[in-house]
């Protein structure tokens, strides 16, 4: 029986081929209506007094998208909360943290990048959205990061040209070092 190679970075079978990501599919998955739109309603719900959300597309503000921001909350008094989305399909029980996003041309991942109030982590399928402080995250990681990388094995996602590498963080760990950051104590008070 002759094997043909697969297109995606997974075993396929008896053959084993290999799956890669295809990142027009995953763009496609994530603007998905039914999400968004449950997405949106979280958020209404996360920020009472908001008055709308605006979605931000490549295409309509590519300087917006490159630092990370998906969505914009508005409020009645002018202000922002400026959101990154990160789905996931199926719940590990953990919450995969992007290191790089192009590992061969040391492209930092959205963990480093991500300039938003807010990453929203979200596993919709089995009803769970996280919202993240990114500066807390990203404190967390500052003061665990080494030893999650001893702890949790790295996951590479081929996409094709390049790798994407990843981390998760069982739930329970990352938003513990989170609520950590938020009760530090004063040094010499």
């Given at each position: 029986m002759?094997?043909?190679?697969a ?8 053959c ?13 998955y ?6 968004d ?10 920020f009472?007094?908001a ?11 590519p300087?917006?998208?490159l630092r ?7 409020f009645?008094d002018?202000?922002?909360?400026t959101?990154?989305?990160?789905k996931r399909?199926?719940?590990y029980?953990?919450i995969?943290?992007e ?9 930092l ?7 938003c ?16 402080p990114?500066?807390l ?8 990061g080494?030893?999650?990388?001893k ?14 590498e990843?981390i998760?963080i069982p ?7 989170i ?8 040094k010499g008070a």
């Open positions: 002759k094997c043909l190679p297109k995606n970075i997974v075993i396929n079978g008896r084993g081929g290999i799956k890669y990501n295809d990142f027009h599919a995953d763009l496609q994530s603007f998905e209506a039914g999400e739109e449950q997405l949106n309603a979280f958020y209404l719900k996360a009472p007094t008055e709308r959300i605006e979605t931000i597309s490549y295409e309509a503000d300087e917006l998208q990370g921001v998906d969505k914009v909350v508005h009645p002018g202000r922002t909360v959101v990154d989305e990160k399909r199926k719940d029980g953990d995969l943290l290191l790089w996003k192009n590992k061969e041309r040391k492209k991942g959205w963990l480093f990048y991500s300039q109030d807010y990453i929203v982590y979200a596993v919709l399928g089995s009803g769970k959205i996280y919202l993240l990114t500066l995250l990203q404190m967390a990681w500052k003061h665990n080494r030893q999650w990388l702890q949790y094995d790295t996951k590479l996602a081929n996409n094709h040209y390049y790798n994407t990843n998760p739930t329970d760990v990352l938003l513990a070092a609520s950590a950051e938020m009760k530090q104590e004063a």
